[in-house]
């Protein structure tokens, strides 16, 4: 079965380019392109895995339609769509369940590659998108007390590998640098998730760079 997709975005442009994009995948289907008043009842008759969402719409706000989303008994997968790579709204979405964030202007092969992750249960954690979102929303501060305070629950093993979830490694480059198998580095992220309180790999990378353990870099997506 291909991968279904629903894309929300204001402008019918911006909505028809990434639906041809998307949609030229043989394992892709753009089932519903729309608006975000209509996002809820697409979401809800079409059943998509992933959901392509414009965090600034004019109609109804992406923070508002994510919500609504992540709220339904089997939420898809949603990453926000934005033009800008420092959004005052991505610490919002972040913790509203946002499963990543995508530059409008990602290369056509990367967008692809993004809905096939998130389809798999991935969060996006590429240098060209989240590792510039989350450096411009943590800044080039000084750690901030909250985080470094979430953080001191952890062991040793386990700041090494939020470390480089911060920096946007995937589980088998986090292995490959620590030596360890890729089954044991889920289990530490698992372990991660569950101490820190998140629910996504995006959020425990905001944690990372907002407690200085983190440098704003990272590797294709997971």
């Known amino acids: 079965?291909?991968?279904?997709?629903?894309?929300?975005?204001?402008?019918?442009?911006?909505?028809?380019?990434l639906g041809l994009i998307v949609g030229s995948?043989?394992?892709?289907e753009v089932v519903d392109a729309c608006s975000g008043g209509a996002a809820e009842q697409s979401v809800r008759t079409h059943r998509p895995e992933v959901v392509l969402l414009d965090i600034r719409m004019p109609d109804l706000d992406g923070i508002t339609v994510l919500r609504r989303l992540r709220a339904l008994p089997e939420p898809p997968a949603v990453s926000m769509l934005t033009t800008f790579d420092t959004d005052?709204?991505?610490?919002?979405?972040?913790?509203?369940?946002?499963?990543g964030f995508l530059?409008?202007?990602t290369a056509p092969d990367q967008l692809v590659h993004a809905v096939r992750v998130l389809a798999g249960g991935g969060n996006i954690l590429s240098p060209a998108v989240?590792?510039?979102?989350?450096?411009?929303?943590?800044?080039?501060?000084?750690?901030d007390a909250e985080a470094t305070a979430q953080v001191r629950c952890m062991t040793t093993r386990e700041l090494d590998v939020?470390?480089?979830?911060?920096?946007?490694?995937?589980?088998?480059?986090i292995a490959d640098?620590?030596?360890?198998?890729?089954?044991?580095?889920?289990?530490?992220i698992s372990a991660i998730l569950g101490?820190?309180?998140?629910?996504?790999?995006?959020?425990?990378?905001?944690?990372?760079?907002?407690?200085?353990?983190?440098?704003s870099q990272g590797s294709t997506p997971e």
């Open 130 to 143: 989240t590792a510039t979102v989350i450096g411009g929303y943590v800044g080039g501060g000084r750690p």
């Open 1 to 17: 079965m291909p991968i279904r997709v629903v894309i929300v975005d204001d402008e019918v442009l911006v909505r028809s380019g």
């Open 177 to 188: 640098r620590l030596f360890l198998g890729t089954g044991t580095v889920k289990d530490h």
């Open 103 to 105: 530059l409008k202007d």
């Open 195 to 215: 101490k820190l309180g998140a629910t996504n790999r995006v959020q425990a990378a905001v944690i990372a760079h907002r407690a200085g353990l983190a440098r």
């Open 25 to 28: 995948a043989p394992d892709i």
């Open 88 to 99: 005052e709204y991505i610490g919002t979405a972040l913790r509203a369940g946002a499963a």
């Open 162 to 173: 939020l470390a480089l979830l911060g920096e946007g490694l995937s589980n088998a480059e």
